[in-house]
């Protein structure tokens, strides 16, 4: 039922105004978002806010301190009760929704069952190591869904289109440097393998440009306009004010491809 | 025959300066990131390097991925963060 004039009484009214955009598509969408720090929290706000409420948000840690300069769902007695970050984005997500629209799973991304790729239509990586985003590349690749994937320093950042089955991987781009840096990630004691948490140079306001960037890229493609879309990738330096698009071919030897 | 050395450019393309480098036909694509950013002090981090808008292959040797001489390559992090 409409009123006549009663334009402020739909929550998506503004975003119906933007023709090509599909909020009724965008409110079925499954996205299955992996990462729950700075950039999970920017995107996860995006996505609620955008209209998205089919989300599971996978992440294994809890909150820190130092987390709290970047993440609007985290606040400090969440360090301090070592809640984790998966179940504050996903609570966030419902608080901005207005209803049960995330759910959270806070067990590590390699644990979660195949299930949860073949059950989303879209995937977000919000990951800080190459490792995770190499495996959740494979696993988005796999199961025939769109990955979108974020990376951030600083005030620089990118963010990567993956479509299978068309064109050039996450990994694909990757080289030697890539393989060096998983390397630094892990010693071995003897006893266990230890992953060393790398400690970057972080703002907000290159993780809200990288977070916004990789959202729109979903709602394009939920809303049927791939036209629209980065081709691969975007590089984004923000103390230079540079935004550029770049392609990386597919690299016929990527084993990702050929499995 | 004995390769000829060519000389190229590679611009830092987080702080805009650049460093001149001479290479051989077959040097690869990962000997020009690894030579940068150890030039650049950046051993710790992960780069790709492009050629106008197109991002090389690091197992590319020079020849096969088109870069000639007076070449400029640019040096761009691919950060890992989130
Ligand atoms: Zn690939």
């Known amino acids: ?259 | 025959m004995v390769p000829l050395p060519f000389r190229i450019k590679v611009k830092n393309a987080e702080s805009g300066a650049t460093v001149e480098m001479e290479l051989e036909n077959d040097n690869t694509i990962d000997e020009v990131i690894e030579s940068a950013a150890t030039f650049w002090n950046k051993e710790m981090g992960a780069y790709v390097v492009r050629k106008g808008k197109k991002v090389l292959r690091g197992t590319m040797a020079l020849a096969d991925a088109g870069v000639r001489e007076d070449d400029m390559l640019e040096l761009v992090p691919d950060p890992e963060g989130g």
């Not at chain 1, 090509?20 to 929290?41: C, E």
């Not at chain 1, 809200?208 to 959202?215: F, P, T, Y």
């Not at chain 1, 990738?233 to 698009?245: A, F, I």
Request: hydrophobic letters at 40%; charged letters at 25%.
């Open chain 1, 1 to 259: 039922m409409i009123r006549p004039f009663d334009f402020d009484g739909d929550r998506f009214d503004r975003s119906r105004r933007i023709d090509w955009l599909d909020v009724n598509a965008i409110s079925q969408t499954k996205v299955l978002m992996v990462g729950a720090g700075a950039l999970g929290n920017e995107a996860g706000k995006n996505l609620a806010l955008s209209g998205f409420r089919n989300i599971t948000v996978v992440d294994m840690d809890t909150v820190a301190v130092s987390n709290l300069s970047r993440c609007l769902f985290f606040r400090e007695s969440d360090a301090a009760d070592e809640r984790f970050k998966a179940e504050l984005v996903a609570d966030g997500i419902n608080g901005l929704a207005g209803g049960r629209s995330a759910r959270a799973v806070t067990a590590p991304i390699e644990e979660a069952a195949s299930d949860l790729f073949r059950g989303s239509d879209v995937v977000l990586g919000c990951l800080d190591n190459v490792l995770a985003r190499t495996h959740v590349n494979g696993q988005s690749y796999r199961a025939g869904k769109l990955y979108v994937d974020g990376g951030m320093e600083g005030l620089t950042g990118r963010v990567m289109v993956v479509r299978p089955p068309d064109g050039a991987c996450l990994q694909c781009g990757m080289n030697k440097s890539h393989a060096k840096v998983a390397s630094l990630r892990f010693s071995c004691t003897g006893v266990e393998t230890v992953f060393h948490e790398p400690r970057l140079a972080a703002e907000i306001t290159t993780t809200s440009v990288l977070a916004a960037i990789m959202v729109r890229e979903i709602a394009k493609h939920t809303s049927g306009r791939d036209d629209l879309m980065l081709s691969n990738m975007l590089y984004y330096d923000g103390k230079q004010n540079r935004m550029e698009e770049l392609e990386i071919s597919r690299n016929p030897d990527c084993l990702v491809h050929h499995n």
